[in-house]
């Protein structure tokens, strides 16, 4: 079982990116899935999450407004990003865990993708 990252990159500030998480090796049908990042010396944080239907998703207050989170099949999400600032530098993992609820703690999730790195430039 594996989940593939994807789409990171530099950007100048004010640019945008979209980030890919493909999984394999099983349906993700009844799996929640999130984004999460990690900058140097801080904590993992989670930047978005959605439902295993799609229909319900969850946004960090840092990038409300600026990301969107889909999902365009039982395997596979994307994180559409615009308007990014230096402080969304971050290595950004993408996560599944195994619940029809959106869940906000790294505990909760049963696998991880390998992370991309998002280098914003000022």
């Known amino acids: 079982v594996q989940l593939q990252a994807s789409g990171g990159g530099l950007v100048q500030t004010g640019g945008s990116l979209r980030l890919s998480c493909a999984g394999s090796?099983?349906?993700?049908?009844?799996?929640?899935m999130g984004w999460f990042r990690q900058a140097p010396g801080k904590e993992r944080e989670l930047v978005a999450a959605?439902?295993?239907?799609?229909?319900?998703t969850f946004y960090a207050d840092s990038v409300k407004g600026r990301v969107i989170l889909s999902r365009d099949n039982a395997n596979t999400v994307n994180l559409q990003m615009s308007s990014l600032k230096p402080e969304d530098t971050a290595v950004y993992y993408c996560?599944?865990?195994?619940?029809?609820?959106?869940?906000?703690?790294?505990?909760?999730?049963?696998?991880w993708g390998q992370g991309t790195q998002v280098t914003v430039s000022s």
């Open positions: 996560a599944a865990g195994r619940s029809s609820l959106i869940m906000r703690s790294t505990c909760s999730y049963d696998y």
């Open positions: 090796g099983r349906t993700f049908s009844s799996y929640s």
């Open positions: 959605i439902s295993w239907s799609g229909g319900n």
